[in-house]
């Protein structure tokens, strides 16, 4: 089982940048698909970027595509939410996610990850 701890949210005005980060420990993190996920209150957990095992391959929502990129550093077991321009309406708290199945390329349906970390909080003023 591997266990994910993600940080980097905090309060920051709109058109500001903020850089999540998910350590993974306890699994061979350089094999699994990775992804972060977001939900707002009273809304359901919605996707927001993925990322390949390797880090070839990107796949991001709409409503972040241009603003919001993720990637990996496999040597630290961590993957990153760099996100720019933000909203108000990105508030919500993050929550990263590992592929349950090994070497697949992006994904962002969340049933198919197996294991979530406990969520970050962002939140974004206008």
């Known amino acids: 089982q591997v266990q994910l701890v993600e940080s980097g949210g905090g309060l920051v005005q709109a058109g500001g940048s903020l850089r999540l980060s998910c350590a993974a420990s306890g699994r061979t993190f350089s094999s699994y698909a990775m992804g972060w996920f977001r939900q707002a209150p009273g809304k359901e957990r919605e996707f927001v970027a993925a990322?390949?095992?390797?880090?070839?391959?990107?796949y991001c929502a709409d409503s972040v595509k241009g603003r919001f990129t993720i990637s990996r550093d496999n040597a630290k077991n961590t993957v990153y939410l760099q996100m720019n321009s933000l909203k108000p309406e990105d508030t919500a708290v993050y929550y990263c996610?590992?592929?349950?199945?090994?070497?697949?390329?992006?994904?962002?349906?969340?049933?198919?990850?197996?294991?979530w970390g406990q969520g970050t909080q962002v939140t974004v003023s206008s």
């Open positions: 996610a590992v592929d349950q199945l090994k070497y697949r390329t992006v994904v962002h349906d969340p049933s198919l990850f197996a294991s």
């Open positions: 990322i390949s095992w390797d880090g070839v391959n990107t």
